[in-house]
């Protein structure tokens, strides 16, 4: 049974914005550490952004400058903050979870062993 269920996505015109969400409530205890992947068609999947347990983030080259993770207070609710979208941010986004949250890994999907359904993101020029 999914746990992780992904909002926000949509058909957008290049440069606009969009806010992504996670929500993780239906676990008992919040995620250690949380994380945004992202597949477009015909492609693997590859890391957006991620926060560590002690707050941190690590951004994708791809979107440094341009987006931004973030949870709530009481950490069941994971957001990313998507600015001047582009085509080639054109992909399913999921979010992901864990609490064992392994050194080196939070930009891994082999660091994450919960995973949510997606939500599209296209991005038209």
């Known amino acids: 049974q999914v746990q992780l269920v992904e909002s926000g996505g949509g058909s957008v015109q290049a440069g606009v914005s969009l806010r992504l969400t996670c929500d993780a409530s239906k676990y008992t205890h919040s995620p250690y550490c949380m994380a945004w992947f992202r597949q477009a068609s015909g492609k693997g999947r590859e890391a957006v952004a991620a926060?560590?347990?002690?707050?941190?983030?690590s951004y994708a080259d791809s979107v440094k400058g341009r987006f931004t993770v973030s949870r709530d207070s009481d950490k069941i609710t994971l957001f990313l903050q998507m600015s001047n979208l582009k085509p080639e941010d054109t992909a399913v986004y999921y979010c992901?979870?864990?609490?064992?949250?392994?050194?080196?890994?939070?930009?891994?999907?082999?660091?994450?062993?919960?995973w949510g359904q997606g939500t599209q993101v296209t991005v038209s020029s």
């Open positions: 992901a979870a864990d609490w064992l949250c392994p050194l080196g890994k939070l930009m891994m999907e082999a660091g994450y062993f919960y």
């Open positions: 926060l560590a347990t002690d707050g941190s983030a």
